[in-house]
């Protein structure tokens, strides 16, 4: 069964640091991945999309790479803010897996000191 | 933009009570999505719909059901509510084929069962 997994599960860094998050999947039989932002007690933001067939995805100072062989995913954030502060979560969408739609790591809390 | 509303954001429920959790998206999406959010657990699918009056379970359906009258809403029906269903429930929306397509996420409602 597919397992998703994000570390660390919390990281500390000063404003305007250059960071990257990382996420792991067990089975490479994906469709695509989602990253997402969740700031305390509200729902989730959709960050970026990569499919299966893509490497990498860009918004803004956000880019999300993804090797599918390897079961990685990493999210990079440029010159971190202390509004970047939140949840990162990363879903993948399973090929094989009936009745799922998105399996979820458990996250990585940012937090960044001005 | 898309948007997904939740009937409330905080519930407070005694148990053995019927709850329902409604949700509604603005976007005509065909697929809708409950999941519940719990810490060390993170998210995990109870129910989904793809189409009107369609649904199908998702990993832990037991204790809920769901019903889809009308494309823009999805309701999320706990029968008899119990301490165990305490939890963070977030309700997701995606347009067109279920797997390739990004899900968005309302705000959510804290629901505590006493």
């Known amino acids: 069964k597919q397992e998703v997994t994000q570390i660390p599960a919390a990281l500390s860094v000063p404003e305007g640091e250059n960071l990257v998050l990382n996420c792991s999947f067990t089975?490479?039989?994906?469709?695509?991945l989602q990253w997402f932002r969740q700031d305390p007690g509200k729902g989730l933001t959709s960050l970026l999309l990569?499919?299966?067939?893509?490497r990498e995805q860009t918004s803004g100072r956000l880019n999300a790479s993804l090797d599918k062989s390897s079961g990685r995913s990493t999210l990079y954030i440029a010159a971190s803010q202390p509004g970047d502060s939140a949840t990162y979560l990363c879903?993948?969408?399973?090929?094989?897996?009936?009745?799922?739609?998105?399996?979820f790591g458990k996250g990585t809390t940012l937090s960044v000191s001005s | 933009d898309v948007k997904v509303t939740q009937s409330s954001r905080y519930l407070v429920k005694r148990t053995g009570e019927k709850v329902f959790l409604e949700c509604v998206q603005d976007?005509?999406?065909?697929?809708m999505f409950w999941y519940r959010q719990d810490p060390g657990l993170g998210l995990r699918l109870i129910y989904f719909?793809?189409?009107?009056?369609?649904?199908e379970k998702g990993d832990i359906p037991e204790g809920y059901s769901v019903s889809r009258e009308k494309k823009e809403r999805f309701s999320l029906i706990l029968e008899s509510a119990s301490t165990n269903q305490t939890s963070m429930y977030l309700c997701?929306?995606?347009?067109?084929?279920?797997?390739?397509?990004?899900?968005?996420f309302g705000p959510g409602t804290r629901l505590t069962v006493l």
């Open positions: 719909s793809y189409d009107v009056k369609m649904k």
């Open positions: 879903a993948v969408r399973p090929l094989n897996q009936a009745g799922t739609a998105l399996i």
């Open positions: 990569i499919q299966s067939s893509q």
């Open positions: 976007m005509d999406h065909e697929n």
């Open positions: 997701a929306s995606s347009r067109g084929r279920i797997k390739y397509n990004e899900q968005f």
């Open positions: 089975d490479s039989a994906i469709y695509n």
